[in-house]
């Protein structure tokens, strides 16, 4: 739906579609089509969003690189004119305490530098075995019970969960209060209000837990944060929204992108062989950037704003304007990848942003990427027979989550 | 073929060991940039140049 409006008080008129956008039902994996549409003229234009603001949408995939990398772009959700992703997200940002996802800058470094140790190139590569041996697990079970079996379930949730509860700390005989809590937004139907008990008794479990790990600090991600707590650096309420945000992002992404990756899997059976019989790791790691690129699931947009004016693909981002990267559309961009609409595992895949880029780019990207480049080809070499238990349109997905990804994903074998 | 790196800069994301591992490593308390080698050799240098591309701080700085 677009309207005529007049945008920034300079008396251009122009259509300004609505922000954020349907994909196309019939074709699930593609960004919505309007965005692909509107950057075959331009790679940055106005939309318009909840409070009738009109900030620039960017789906150009070399400007989003570059403003990701702008130190005249911020993401300070203070700042007048900020475009927020909902009223919700307005009236309480001053309630919300800062952290890596809303500072700038130095604040933002020092953040950052808190949350990276667990995720290192090195200590992820220390992690493999036993992300092997959590999805051997799971896949020993998938095969044991009974068909159709749902993925989701029984293996796309269950593998980054079990995972980063152990990277944060949490003792293994609270998994279960742990996973269920950090599930309890996921589910299909979730209720506002079930979503909100599910984030506050989190954010109690995990100051709670900063504290114990003050006591009896051991070598853990949460153990680090009680660290900082205890030398000043940072409050528990502090640590424990970094805790927070470190789950969340930490197994709900990966998740989503582990269960539709599947099914894209399924859906390319000739890629799906290119993968099962790969024993080359370097193929295995570009399969997975290129499944990256091709599902981008991370929807609604990169919200940030200008500092500055900025001039760029032909236009000027004015200082106090919205800025939202949307990254699907950058993915698919034709002037970065030809014929972006296949899902070509053997493509030179580049710099696919789908951890983002920039100082705000996904911290525990080494971490998402071992999970599936050990959970894809490990589950196709396993269950070579595996297929679809539903036809392709039941399949039921997340349009209406901030995660792209699928809620089922029943297969037999 | 000449590196230098911006610790300052650095966000820690471990693109740099990903693609040159010879060349590059990452503080074991932070994640920040350890440069091994400033002068990597030419068999080397792809991936330094891939690695200079995908640092998403752009904390990398190469002169050929």
Redesign the interface.
């Known amino acids: 739906m677009s309207e005529t409006l007049t945008v920034n008080g300079s008396g251009v008129t122009a259509d300004v579609p609505e922000y954020p956008m349907d994909r196309d039902a019939r074709c699930p994996f593609a960004p919505p089509p309007q965005m692909l549409k509107m950057n075959e003229t331009k790679p940055l234009s106005r939309v318009k969003i909840w409070d009738g603001s009109t900030p620039w949408l960017i789906t150009g995939h070399a400007v989003a690189r570059e403003l990701f990398a702008d130190p005249r772009v911020s993401v300070d959700d203070r700042l007048e004119g900020f475009p927020h992703w909902n009223e919700h997200m307005l009236s309480t940002v001053n309630k919300r305490p800062r952290s890596v996802f809303t500072s700038d800058a130095e604040e933002h470094t020092r953040f950052r530098r808190m949350l990276s140790k667990p995720f290192t190139f090195r200590r992820v590569e220390a992690l493999r075995p036993v992300i092997q041996e959590v999805t051997d697990e799971c896949i020993d079970a998938i095969l044991q019970g009974p068909q159709p079996a749902d993925l989701v379930a029984k293996l796309a949730l269950p593998v980054p969960t079990r995972v980063i509860s152990d990277m944060l700390g949490v003792p293994y005989s609270d998994h279960e209060f742990f996973q269920e809590h950090a599930n309890a937004g996921l589910a299909r139907y979730a209720a506002a209000d079930a979503m909100q008990k599910g984030a506050f008794s989190l954010h109690k479990y995990l100051v709670n837990l900063v504290e114990e790990k003050q006591a009896n600090p051991s070598e853990d991600a949460v153990s680090d944060l009680a660290e900082r707590v205890t030398a000043g650096e940072i409050s528990v309420k502090e640590a424990a929204q970094l805790g927070t945000g470190l789950l969340i992002a930490g197994h709900e992404t990966t998740a989503n992108m582990i269960g539709i990756g599947i099914l894209a899997l399924l859906e390319n059976p000739e890629q799906a062989a290119l993968l099962r019989d790969s024993d080359d790791p370097k193929f295995i790691a570009n399969a997975v950037e290129e499944l990256m690129r091709f599902l981008s699931i991370i929807q609604t947009g990169q919200r940030r704003i200008a500092t500055e004016d900025i001039e760029i693909g032909g236009e000027t981002i004015r200082a106090g304007e919205g800025i939202i990267i949307d990254l699907a559309p950058a993915n698919w961009d034709g002037a970065a990848y030809s014929e972006p609409d296949k899902l070509d595992l053997g493509r030179d895949v580049g710099q696919q942003l789908g951890f983002g880029y920039g100082r705000h780019q996904c911290v525990g990207q080494q971490l998402a990427r071992a999970e599936m480049q050990i959970v894809f080809p490990t589950l196709l070499k396993r269950i070579p027979t595996l297929k679809l238990a539903i036809p392709f349109g039941d399949v039921p997905f997340k349009h209406d989550r901030l995660a792209f990804g699928v809620y089922e994903l029943p297969v037999t074998w | 073929m000449k590196v230098v790196v911006d610790q ?1 800069k650095c ?4 693109q740099c ?2 693609n040159a ?1 010879d060349v590059f ?2 503080r ?5 940039v350890l440069l091994l080698n400033d002068s990597p050799n030419s068999e080397q240098a792809v991936n330094v140049r891939n690695a200079a ?2 640092c ?3 904390a990398i700085d190469i002169e050929e």
């Not at chain 2, 966000?11 to 471990?14: A, C, D, I, K, T």
């Open positions: 300052d966000v820690s994301s471990g060991v990903l591992s490593d990452q074991d308390d932070d994640g920040v591309a995908a998403p701080a752009l």
